[in-house]
Structure formats: structure tokens, C-alpha cells
């Protein structure tokens, strides 16, 4: 039973870890992220010594009438992962400054959710549905990164559309995150999402509609969805006869990147991506980061929706792998446990130096970061608040 189970959580790692960017170190530098000015300021920089158009931030404000033109149609993407772009020799210009992951000044818990997706050009026709994104004021907003061309469609105004050719998905994730933090309103929850995700609900109502509705009820730090993991982890629990669960959800160590929401209180300590280790394998270089970052500084505190199933089927080719050197875990962890409360850093560096001496695959069958209750509705949001449970 035991090699069953570590072999079905090797299998849900391989899935979990698609797309990835390795966590950045606190010092974390702008002028080696990989992302171009243009894309959240409107003027031009250089881009890894690419070829690459200059980059154009719009903002949908009215409608152009009909979509049917070449620039305005919906391209249907098929998926996120776009062409692996080579790094410079040297760190990419970025005369910016990095976006402060501060609040300007004291903001209160806001309820809108903002959306942050990757796509070819425009987003896919199934996200322009009145049940899921076409249907603006109700509490939600969206920010697309096109990484092939333009989208010229603003036939919805909620949508802000911004173009990079010279991303990777790591760096994509990186122009959202600087384009939300950009903006002067506060959002309760910032979810990235690949453009090729469905969301289905086991009541057969709207899932998007009572995904966003669960957040703004329960709060926790991370969200996600992933059915295949909510049930590796209740056979956990079973097995070790862990008690509690929350209704409709359940804690987790290991999640997957197609659908993450962060609490506004929660995403500074997560993101930016680091694309340190971009070339060798997308895998590591996000998720994997993301994981670990989450259990170190909010463990107890990361859930599944386990009445809201997310699934994606294309897959395009890019730079993966799951060869985790020391040196990569070493790099996700370094300076974690400085971000959590003094009282708390033994327990966090605990955690730390499990990463760090243990097989990934063995911690995430044994760790009893699965055994905690998950968080009661509005817990407290604090890093290291559960580290030494």
C-alpha cells in the first residue's frame, strides 16, 4: 500500500510541477527578471538581446463594435506554453524599479477577484461565455498577457489586455504580477490560470461563480483545484487517522499551477517568480518554488476546492524535467525562514531542512503538513502562523 502510494504521488508531482519558476530569494533584483518595461509601462527597454516587437499595454475602455476583423477575433489558444526564449549572456535591462509587493497605504479586505491568464492573443471564445468572464460587474476583472500577438478586441471592458513577446511562462506570470500590483485598487484575490482550463462543479452549478464565492467566505491563504491530489490526500488522512476537514475543502502540500488564487495578504511572500532555472526546466522553475515557499510560510493554510474540479488537455512542448539538484532546493529556500516571526523561525527552518535533506517525492508522501485541520473560515493570514504545528 505503501509503494502504491508513493507511486500515484510521484505521478501527481509530474503533473503538479508543469510550468514552473524557482522561488526568488528575498533580495530579489529587478534588473534580472527577465521582463521588459514596456510591458506594464509603455515604453521601451531591451529584451534579452531578442528580436522582439515593442510591447503595448491597452486598456479596454469601449467597444470597437463587431470582433470579426483579423486583429479582433479570438484566437483560441491552445494552452500557455509558448516558444522556450533564450536567455541573455548578460541580465536583461530594466530601467524600472521592481514593484514594491507593500500596499502604497492602508487598503481595507476588498471583494473583487482579479484574474491573471497567459495566452497566444485574445482569450479563448469559451472564456467570453456569460458564465464564466463575459459578464462584467460581478466582482471580478482580468489582466491577459498575449505572448504571439496583439488582441485588438475590447468588446469587454473588464478585460485589460498587455503584450510580451519575450516571456517565458515564468516571466509571463511576472508582467501580471507587476501589472496587478500596479494598479492603485486592491483585489481580495489574485487567481493565475492558464488559458485552457474548465472548471466543473460536482453540483452541477456554476463552478466558476461558487469558486469565488468560497474564496470570499473562507479566505484562505492559497487556493486551488486539483481532484487528483484532494484525493491522495484524504487517503492520507485516512490512513493516519487525521481529524477535521473543512466543508468543501481540504489542505494541502502539493498543488498544481493550471488555477492558484492568493490572498492579498498572502501573494507578496509568494510572488514574483524567480526564473533562475528557466532553461533546464519549467517545472522547477515555478511551481515547484511556489510549493515550497507556501508550506514554509503558510503552511496549514493552503487548500483545494474539492467540490470544484479544474482540467486542461493541451500540452505543448517546452523545458521540463524533475532533477532536483541540492542547489535548486537550496536557492527556493534560502532566507525563508527570515520571513516569519522570530519565535517561529526554528520551526520554519525545521521545514527548510526538510526540503533541503529529503527526496521531494518521499517528503510529499510523509510530511503531516496533510494531518493539519484546514483553516477555519477568515483565519488569520500571517506567515509562520502554523509552522511549529
Known amino acids: ?53 515593442v510591447v503595448t499595454s491597452t486598456r479596454n475602455r469601449s467597444a470597437m463594435g463587431s470582433t470579426s476583423s483579423t486583429n479582433g477575433t479570438p484566437s483560441g489558444s491552445k494552452g500557455t506554453n509558448r516558444r522556450r526564449v533564450k536567455p541573455s549572456s548578460s541580465p536583461v535591462t530594466a530601467t524600472t ?23 497566444e492573443q485574445c ?85 466558476w461563480r461558487k469558486y469565488e464565492n468560497f474564496l470570499r467566505t473562507v479566505q484562505p491563504a492559497i487556493s486551488c483545484v486539483d481532484p487528483e491530489m484532494a484525493r491522495l490526500v484524504r487517503n492520507f488522512r485516512v490512513k493516519h487517522k487525521c481529524s477535521g476537514e473543512g466543508n468543501g475543502y481540504i489542505g494541502t502540500l502539493w498543488f498544481d499551477a493550471i488555477f492558484n488564487a492568493f490572498h492579498y495578504k498572502a501573494i507578496r511572500h509568494i510572488i514574483p517568480y524567480d526564473p533562475t532555472f528557466d532553461q533546464k526546466t519549467w517545472w522547477a522553475s515555478s511551481q515547484m518554488s511556489v510549493i515550497i515557499r507556501s508550506e514554509v510560510l503558510f503552511r ?11 482540467t486542461n488537455n493541451n500540452h ?6 524533475l532533477k532536483f539538484t541540492r542547489q535548486m532546493i537550496h536557492h527556493m529556500t534560502e532566507g525563508l525562514d527570515r520571513a516569519v516571526p522570530v519565535d517561529r523561525a526554528e520551526c520554519a527552518n525545521a521545514i527548510i531542512q526538510q526540503w533541503r535533506t529529503t527526496d521531494i517525492r518521499i517528503h510529499g508522501l510523509t510530511t503531516p503538513t496533510y494531518c493539519l485541520p484546514p483553516p477555519s473560515p477568515h483565519d488569520e493570514i500571517a506567515p509562520g502562523r502554523y509552522a511549529c504545528a
Not at 522561488?23 to 531578442?50: I, L, Q
Not at 505543448?316 to 524535467?321: A, D, I, L, T, V
Open 1 to 53: 500500500a505503501v509503494k502504491f502510494a508513493y507511486i500515484a504521488l510521484s505521478t501527481t508531482v509530474l503533473s503538479c510541477l508543469l510550468y514552473s519558476s524557482v522561488m526568488p530569494s528575498f533580495k530579489w533584483d529587478a534588473s534580472n527578471d527577465g521582463v521588459r518595461k514596456t510591458a506594464v509601462g509603455g515604453k521601451e527597454t531591451t529584451c534579452a538581446k531578442s528580436k522582439c516587437d
Open 97 to 119: 524599479p521592481h514593484v514594491t509587493t507593500q500596499w502604497h497605504k492602508p487598503i481595507p479586505p476588498p471583494s473583487n477577484i482579479l484574474y491573471l491568464i497567459q495566452t
Open 123 to 207: 482569450i479563448p471564445p469559451y472564456f467570453k461565455l456569460n458564465d464564466v468572464f463575459g459578464s462584467p460587474n460581478l466582482g471580478y476583472e482580468i489582466i491577459v498577457l498575449s505572448f504571439k500577438e496583439a488582441c485588438l478586441d475590447t468588446s469587454m471592458p473588464h478585460v485589460q489586455y498587455l503584450l510580451d513577446r519575450c516571456t517565458t511562462w515564468t516571466t509571463g506570470r511576472n508582467v501580471l504580477f507587476k501589472a496587478a500590483m500596479n494598479r492603485k485598487k486592491a483585489y481580495l484575490y489574485y487567481v493565475f490560470m492558464d488559458d485552457d482550463i474548465f472548471l466543473e462543479d460536482t453540483s452541477h452549478t456554476n463552478p
Open 300 to 310: 496549514g493554510q493552503v487548500v483545494i476546492h474539492t467540490e470544484v474540479s479544474g
Open 316 to 321: 505543448k512542448r517546452y523545458p521540463r524535467g
